[in-house]
């Protein structure tokens, strides 16, 4: 009775929207469409997906939309690794391409989840989801941008978040880390500002944020080189080990993980790496002449055998004050230690 497509919407090569996914599965859904049913898009797209591409589409087939077939769309909300909210508690966005569809859609949906947001058309869903994700992406490219700003100024910018923090109005926290990651952030806002270009106009903010943020890997890896050359050591030649490789914590998703390119540069310049992810066993590294790796175990004498470790995902299985006790060096990039003496 209802299809409910979830299909990746990837970046091209110049950062324009790949909807390949959407078109071909449309195109092999035509055949068995019948009326009454339901669809739903809940791939995060450009406002405007739903009725340019999909609804012509279904309509090329006879169908009238809102009477034979009922078409919405639905943004996905899930924040991987979050037990705190399950899905079903978190309030879900529709917009349909017609009134008869939002009733439908919002029929669908209840099943579902507690609470239904319908909102005027597809086009203000599917900027919903986006303006959820650039308000997050411009956010996060403020603080990373700050980050070395601070550090110069001889200032912990995580002191000064948390201080922040407590005015109970008025400030959301945001912290920096090593680069964006996972399937949304570093991909949907493209979405927007290649579509701006339609209407003549240019989205300066999102594509400064990032700028900003795709930036961090290649910050890391300079932070690197300059603290292992305060050791008299070159990184060539220099053990690196890389504290988790997933985009975030908790969880063992490895999309656009900013882990893999710090790993792919460091290799570029000679470095020997290792990692450990207790989430990740294996990983395949994407360039020429990479290795495949393996999670390696935390053993005392491992740990003390590397020159300098980074802590790139902060999963909270691992054990902070054994790794802090026998490591020579650790550069910190999300925040887990006070930033004095060994760590950076």
Same mark, same amino acid.
Request: overall charge neutral.
């Given at each position: 009775?209802?299809?409910?497509?979830?299909?990746?919407? !990837?970046?091209?090569?110049?950062?324009?929207?790949?909807?390949?996914?959407?078109?071909?599965?449309?195109?092999?859904?035509?055949?068995? +469409?019948?009326?009454?049913?339901?669809?739903? +898009?809940?791939?995060?797209?450009?406002?405007?997906?739903?009725?340019?591409?999909?609804?012509?589409?279904?309509?090329?087939?006879?169908?009238?939309?809102?009477?034979?077939?009922?078409?919405?769309?639905?943004?996905?909300?899930?924040?991987?690794?979050?037990?705190?909210?399950?899905?079903?508690?978190?309030?879900?966005?529709?917009?349909?391409?017609?009134?008869?569809?939002?009733?439908?859609?919002?029929?669908?949906?209840?099943?579902?989840?507690?609470?239904?947001?319908?909102?005027?058309?597809?086009?203000?869903?599917?900027?919903?989801?986006?303006?959820?994700?650039?308000?997050?992406?411009?956010?996060?490219? +403020?603080?990373?941008?700050?980050?070395?700003?601070?550090?110069?100024?001889?200032?912990? @910018? &995580?002191?000064?978040?948390?201080?922040?923090?407590?005015? !109970?109005?008025?400030?959301?926290?945001?912290?920096?880390?090593?680069?964006?990651?996972?399937?949304?952030?570093?991909?949907?806002?493209?979405? +927007?500002?290649?579509?701006? %270009?339609?209407?003549?106009?240019?989205?300066?903010?999102?594509?400064?944020?990032?700028?900003?943020?795709?930036?961090?890997?290649?910050?890391?890896?300079?932070?690197?080189?300059?603290? @292992?050359?305060?050791?008299?050591?070159?990184?060539?030649?220099?053990?690196?080990?890389?504290?988790?490789?997933?985009?975030?914590?908790?969880?063992?998703?490895?999309?656009?993980? !900013?882990?893999?390119?710090?790993?792919?540069?460091?290799?570029?310049?000679?470095?020997?790496?290792?990692?450990?992810?207790?989430?990740?066993?294996?990983?395949?590294?994407?360039?020429?002449?990479?290795? %495949?790796?393996?999670?390696?175990? @935390?053993?005392?004498?491992? @740990?003390?055998?590397?020159?300098?470790?980074?802590?790139?995902?902060?999963?909270?299985?691992?054990?902070?004050?054994?790794?802090?006790?026998?490591?020579?060096?650790?550069?910190?990039?999300?925040?887990? &230690?006070?930033?004095?003496?060994?760590?950076?």
């Amino acid at each position: 009775n209802a299809i409910i497509l979830c299909i990746p919407t !990837p970046l091209g090569k110049n950062r324009e929207p790949n909807l390949t996914f959407i078109k071909e599965t449309i195109q092999f859904l035509l055949p068995h +469409l019948n009326k009454g049913k339901v669809i739903s +898009l809940e791939s995060t797209t450009y406002p405007g997906t739903t009725e340019e591409i999909i609804k012509p589409l279904i309509e090329s087939k006879g169908f009238e939309i809102g009477k034979d077939i009922f078409l919405i769309y639905s943004p996905e909300r899930e924040d991987p690794g979050n037990i705190e909210f399950p899905l079903s508690d978190i309030p879900e966005v529709l917009g349909g391409t017609s009134k008869n569809c939002s009733i439908i859609g919002e029929v669908l949906y209840k099943t579902i989840v507690k609470q239904i947001i319908v909102v005027k058309n597809t086009k203000t869903a599917e900027m919903t989801k986006l303006i959820e994700n650039i308000h997050r992406s411009v956010n996060i490219g +403020l603080v990373n941008e700050l980050k070395p700003l601070a550090e110069k100024m001889g200032i912990d @910018l &995580y002191e000064v978040i948390e201080a922040a923090s407590t005015k !109970p109005f008025g400030f959301s926290a945001y912290y920096p880390g090593p680069g964006l990651g996972g399937h949304c952030l570093p991909i949907d806002p493209f979405y +927007l500002t290649w579509k701006a %270009r339609e209407f003549g106009m240019n989205t300066r903010f999102i594509e400064l944020a990032g700028e900003i943020n795709q930036s961090m890997p290649k910050y890391v890896v300079q932070k690197t080189i300059d603290v @292992l050359n305060d050791s008299f050591l070159s990184v060539r030649g220099s053990k690196v080990l890389l504290l988790g490789m997933a985009y975030k914590k908790n969880i063992d998703d490895l999309r656009e993980s !900013p882990s893999i390119e710090i790993f792919n540069l460091l290799h570029e310049k000679g470095a020997e790496i290792e990692y450990c992810d207790p989430y990740l066993n294996e990983i395949p590294i994407m360039r020429k002449k990479s290795p %495949r790796l393996k999670s390696i175990d @935390l053993s005392l004498k491992k @740990l003390k055998s590397f020159d300098i470790v980074l802590l790139l995902t902060d999963h909270d299985i691992f054990d902070y004050e054994f790794i802090l006790e026998n490591s020579k060096i650790i550069i910190d990039t999300r925040g887990r &230690y006070e930033s004095k003496g060994k760590i950076y």
